[in-house]
């Protein structure tokens, strides 16, 4: 049984009043959920609260019989708009950026090669255009497949094809093969 079978699975007992099923979901969410919710808005803290966000929302839709399949894009859906509105609250109180991950990993569980690896793969993923960034951030951190993406971002699956694509060709335009910035312009949406 593939992973999207056993989600609607879960979300039909989910409809039904089963909160063991919900329980179950979660698992198969919140690590994802949270990963591409932390490369968008940085802060540690108010990832994890639109992650739980996301999921409580989910679970309220799928018991008021809205949600009727694709929990993950719905999920998914819901977090990445969670994630805009705190990225445009952050920058219409001005407030600076939330500190780089680099200042809150524990310096035993992260390598510092890593630690500036990720921070250069960050430096270009923020130039690209916004419908790249979040189709490639979906696939990469959220393991959505395109049609989810689809569904997520409000498009057609052959314009989710398209800049993911875009996506992968600038972003090894702007790194080198060590993963160092090399700079560019992302170009095109």
Known sequence: MDSTTAEQELLDRLRKGDVAAFDWLCLQLETPLFSYVRNMVKDRCEAEDIAQEALLRLYIAARE?????????????????????????????????????????????????????????????????????????????????????????????????????RARKHLAQMLDRCGQFVGGQARGA
């Open 65 to 165: 019989g809205k949600v009727r399949s694709a929990p993950r894009a719905y999920a998914f859906s819901t977090a990445h708009n969670l994630a805009v509105d705190a990225q445009r609250r952050s920058r219409r109180n001005g407030s600076p950026e939330a500190p780089e991950r680099a200042g809150q990993h524990n310096a035993a569980s992260a390598s510092v090669e890593r630690r500036m690896l990720r921070e250069e793969i960050d430096k270009a993923l923020a130039m690209l255009p916004e419908g790249q960034r979040s189709s490639v951030m979906l696939r990469e951190f959220g393991g959505l497949n395109y049609a989810e993406i689809a569904q997520t971002l409000g498009v057609s699956t052959d314009q989710v094809k398209v800049w993911i694509y």
